[in-house]
């Protein structure tokens, strides 16, 4: 155990013991508190140990319901993972922040000019200030970008740096992070929720507002569009909702007004770089990449990615296109280059270096190697490539065995590998498990290229290790986050993103294009969402009937059941289910019943399909407003908890099933009323309609087509009516006649019935109609010419026939036919859409999952 200094903490009587030896944040000296340490703390002994934890799990619900998530790469359990959030930031003052900006400015600049020699003229390397090995050895360096970085003030447009405090009390660089950048929207969203949690500590506190640099950063690209471009479209390159950090590519493009794309949604014609829309080929003019940049080319670069854009790079090299952070960037991340930046700044800046690096040797010098060699139990040992097994290597952890292994590697590829000092990083208070505590903490700040200067966030992303005395904070690792403080003498106010004009104007709205990857999911989100309500509808009568059958004992319960049961199986999929090859589900269904509910590795469950709702929504999350995102996460996260977690009975699994119900229902209103009727909407309501008219389909096939007796079809028809949510407006119309011809009447031929297969018919074609077309106009798309064909067969029906009882008894033959030639065509029109609307590139998951932009 490290030694440790205790210093009194009013806040719940508890003690915040500081490690002897390690600088701590919120003592200077003299186990005294900084002032506005202080200050702060005194405000949280005010609130106490029980408000706070409140105020903790306050935030933590706020970051759920905003789908605030970090994927984690080999998590079994689940494709997210919550951010979790400590409720005590880091404060930092302004003169102390005043020397870690300019620090930090200086350092982007600097990287920036060796950025620009490496894939241009090269004179460092020539003249023998960056080996050659050191910068031809690392993966980072792609021969295929030389010479393709056109002019312009600050090519290294975003970038990021770890930032630690040693024993003492300095700053130092643990890693520069040039490639893709991850972490300023959760900065963000960490700032929004703390505002929140805490709102009277933090307007008193007097604390650096975030909204400017991100001002700074879309203006930033925007200005780096090439020709000049007044009103350039940016987007936003992620690998997909299975990247670790896909939340944030998400929430940026929704906050700055970027579109999402993924590689599949860009293409290359005539030299240009094109979006892919449903309403045609749109020009783009900045990417801001969360890819890899070797994934980003398969054309000249990695050539098996199914992440990039074939040609992406000869459009970069004939300055059609502007790429942020350019490709090659990654040879700035190569940890050998913190030996040679001291000596780079005097020579290209002409000044010492302000933020000194953790001291670091490359092996690739005789002498250097020597040292590490000598010093090996004392050092961190680092590949300085990624493909290597990107971590550190703390040598005096290793066996003997282990060490020999090691250092043999280093010995016959020195070139590949660093030694750096092993430092213990500052600590500060952190929120565990209800009592304040010491943990060692990295602050990741932000800068971005604003014309030919850098802005940098006041403040950034900090982490702090879970366990004491661990320095590793990783996300990866079960780090938490911390939002940081950088305090200011006055009231800051706030920036707004929003463009002010000198006067009063109208201008142009202008539609965002909806990628075709888009419309997919949004598509399916309205497909999965009525296929989890028809399941969830039927699944609710069939309990209510089986509790019936027990109370009453009435046979005809029994033989009504004998066709709901086989009608739940048809409705959802879910074979054999109950069918005559499992008699035996009939006599005890509750098994059958509640694996339709709970079980998520079986496809048609209610379970799996709330799952595959939820991730179509996932992967679109960028356009849905907060609250419909709230209902989502509602309706995954209560399905999850509340059901697939607990052992449930048939009475829980019904009120379960009404809560499902108003989950479904406020999604419904939420989109009904909050988004415009343009491709978006048609797209997820052209999904809903599809859907629906196909479960109703089923639902009918399997029921009401076969020939009752009368007892048992009025029960049948009851079942029917009620599963569809149309037994009041049955009543309300027909009074206490319950006869087939008018139940079809009502669900396949009524247009003002919004349950009806003809109301989902007209819908449909209503929406086919609207969808964006080529340029021939004079004749009918073929989804127009099937959705004509089916809306006119089936208003062409006579309920009267289509109930006419078969002399050889059975089923309604007429009926039968109209009803499977309807699912015939309507299985079409889906294929149809899907042909014309969703021909995107199908990006492996195994891809996504082998890049990594950035690790927080």
């Not at 990783?474 to 000198?502: C, F, H, M, Y």
């Not at 089923?698 to 049948?716: C, G, M, Y």
């Not at 028809?717 to 049955?730: C, Q």
Request: net charge neutral; proline share 4%; with cysteine.
């Amino acid at each position: 155990m490290p030694d440790c200094n205790s210093s009194v903490n009013d806040f719940g009587k508890q003690y915040y013991a500081t490690q002897l030896g390690i600088y701590d944040e919120m003592y200077a000296a003299n186990n005294k508190a900084l002032p506005y340490w202080e200050r702060f703390m005194d405000a949280l002994d005010v609130m106490g140990t029980e408000k706070l934890e409140q105020r903790r799990r306050e935030a933590q619900r706020l970051l759920r319901e905003n789908g605030v998530t970090y994927n984690v790469y080999g998590d079994s359990q689940k494709l997210t993972r919550p951010w979790q959030l400590d409720p005590i930031p880091l404060l930092i003052s302004s003169e102390e922040w005043q020397a870690i900006e300019a620090g930090l400015k200086q350092r982007a600049e600097l990287l920036n000019l060796i950025l620009k020699d490496i894939y241009g003229n090269q004179l460092l390397l020539k003249k023998g200030l960056l080996p050659v090995e050191l910068i031809f050895g690392h993966d980072g360096f792609l021969q295929p970008c030389v010479g393709a970085l056109k002019n312009q003030p600050q090519h290294l447009t975003f970038y990021a740096a770890n930032l630690a405090r040693g024993p003492n009390g300095r700053m130092w660089v643990l890693d520069d992070r040039t490639q893709a950048p991850s972490g300023s929207g959760y900065a963000l969203e960490n700032r929004t929720v703390m505002t929140r949690v805490l709102p009277d500590i933090f307007r008193e506190t007097n604390v650096h507002r975030l909204s400017g640099f991100f001002k700074s950063l879309y203006k930033g690209l925007a200005g780096i569009a090439p020709h000049n471009k007044d009103d350039p479209r940016v987007v936003i390159l992620t690998p997909g909702p299975l990247n670790e950090t896909y939340f944030e590519h998400a929430y940026l493009a929704a906050y700055l007004g970027f579109t999402l794309v993924q590689g599949g949604d860009l293409t290359v014609r005539d030299s240009r770089v094109w979006l892919k829309s449903l309403s045609g080929l749109q020009a783009v003019d900045v990417i801001l990449r969360r890819v890899d940049d070797s994934f980003c080319d398969p054309l000249e670069l990695r050539s098996i990615s199914q992440l990039g854009v074939a040609g992406l790079l000869e459009v970069v090299r004939r300055g059609n296109v502007a790429i942020a952070n350019p490709l090659g960037s990654s040879i700035l991340e190569n940890p050998a280059l913190l030996a040679f930046l001291p000596g780079l700044a005097r020579y290209l800046l002409n000044e010492e270096l302000k933020l000194p690096s953790i001291a670091t040797w490359w092996c690739g010098q005789r002498r250097e190697r020597d040292f590490v060699l000598k010093n090996f139990d004392r050092l961190v040992i680092k590949p300085i490539n990624r493909s290597l097994g990107y971590h550190a290597v703390f040598t005096g952890l290793l066996s003997n065995k282990e060490k020999e292994q090691l250092r043999n590697l280093v010995i016959s590829k020195p070139h590949l590998f660093i030694g750096q000092e092993q430092v213990s990083f500052s600590t500060l208070p952190a929120f565990i498990d209800q009592h304040i505590e010491a943990r060692n903490a990295v602050i990741r700040s932000f800068v971005v290229a604003n014309g030919d200067d850098y802005s940098v966030m006041p403040g950034g992303l900090t982490r702090v290790s879970r366990q004491k005395d661990s320095i590793v904070v990783s996300n990866q690792a079960g780090g938490i986050s911390k939002d940081t403080w950088v305090l200011t003498p006055e009231p800051e106010r706030s920036v707004s993103l929003w463009s002010q004009p000198k006067h009063n104007q109208l201008i142009n709205a202008t539609d965002e294009p909806l990628t075709s990857r888009s419309a997919d999911n949004l598509f399916w989100v309205g497909r999965y969402l009525e296929r989890i309500e028809a399941a969830t509808r039927l699944l609710r009568t069939v309990l209510l009937k089986l509790r019936e059958s027990l109370e009453f004992k009435d046979p005809s319960d029994k033989e009504c059941l004998r066709f709901l049961l086989p009608a739940l199986t048809q409705v959802t999929g879910t074979f054999p289910g109950f069918t005559k090859l499992q008699e035996h589900l009939f006599q005890m269904p509750y098994a059958e019943l509640l694996s339709l509910a709970k079980d998520s590795q079986r496809k048609g469950t209610l379970a799996a399909n709330i799952q595959a709702f939820s991730q179509a929504a996932f992967s679109i999350r960028d356009l849905w407003s907060q609250d419909t995102w709230r209902s989502v996460d509602n309706i995954e996260r209560r399905w999850q908890q509340k059901v697939i977690k607990n052992e449930i009975n048939a009475e829980q699994l019904q009120k379960h099933l009404d809560d499902l119900i108003t989950g479904i229902v406020a999604f419904s209103g939420l989109t009904s009323e909050s988004m415009t009727r343009e491709a978006a909407w048609l797209m997820l309501d052209s999904g809903r309609r599809l859907e629906r008219a196909l479960g109703l389909i089923a639902l009918l096939r399997s029921t009401v087509v076969f020939q009752h007796d009368d007892a048992i079809q009025n029960q049948v028809l009851e079942a029917v009516l009620v599963s569809t949510d149309s037994l009041t407006i049955y009543q309300r119309r027909y009074r206490s006649f319950i006869q087939l011809p008018l139940v079809l009447e009502l669900l396949l031929l009524d247009e003002t019935h919004p349950r009806s297969v003809a109301y989902q018919l007209h819908q449909l074609s209503t929406h086919i109609s609207a969808l964006p077309r080529g340029n021939d106009k004079n004749h009918l798309s073929e989804e127009e010419r099937v959705i004509l064909k089916v809306y006119t067969d089936l208003r062409l029906c006579n309920v009267l026939e289509l109930s006419q009882a078969n002399q050889d008894g059975g089923i309604y033959t007429n009926l039968e036919s109209v009803l499977s030639n309807t699912a015939t065509l309507l299985w079409r029109i889906a294929e149809v859409i899907a042909e014309t609307y969703f021909s995107h590139s199908q990006t492996s998951q195994l891809m996504m999952l082998n890049t990594r932009e950035d690790e927080l």
